[in-house]
């Protein structure tokens, strides 16, 4: 089993940052493909950013430039950065890892931008 505890949200003003970190516990987590989803109220949830065990990442074009995604395989931890941070940011994010086929998530953690 694969077991995902997510950390770091919370409310900042527009134009701040957070980190938000992941970490991944179970057997193979290693080698999953890693992303941070988000699901902001009345739309659809999205990929925000993905990295693959190789390191190739993937962001949204709605954050790119402004969100980093990044593993720290020693430590079995995915953070994702975000700056500049929008009111539109305003969601619930999300860790999923994607192994051997099966799809793990974690359970969330709220992120509010507002002044």
């Known amino acids: 089993q694969v077991q995902l505890v997510e950390s770091g949200g919370g409310l900042v003003q527009p134009g701040g940052s957070l980190r938000l970190s992941c970490a991944a516990s179970g057997s193979g987590v290693s080698l999953a493909t890693m992303g941070w989803y988000r699901k902001a109220p009345g739309k659809q949830r999205e990929l925000v950013a993905r990295?693959?065990?190789?390191?190739?990442?993937y962001y949204a074009d709605s954050v790119k430039g402004r969100f980093t995604i990044s593993g720290d395989n020693a430590k079995n931890t995915v953070s994702l950065e975000m700056n500049s941070l929008k009111p539109e940011d305003t969601a619930v994010y999300y860790c999923k890892a994607e192994l051997y086929g099966r799809y793990y998530w974690g359970q969330g953690t709220q992120v509010t931008v507002s002044s």
């Open positions: 990295i693959a065990n190789a390191g190739d990442t």
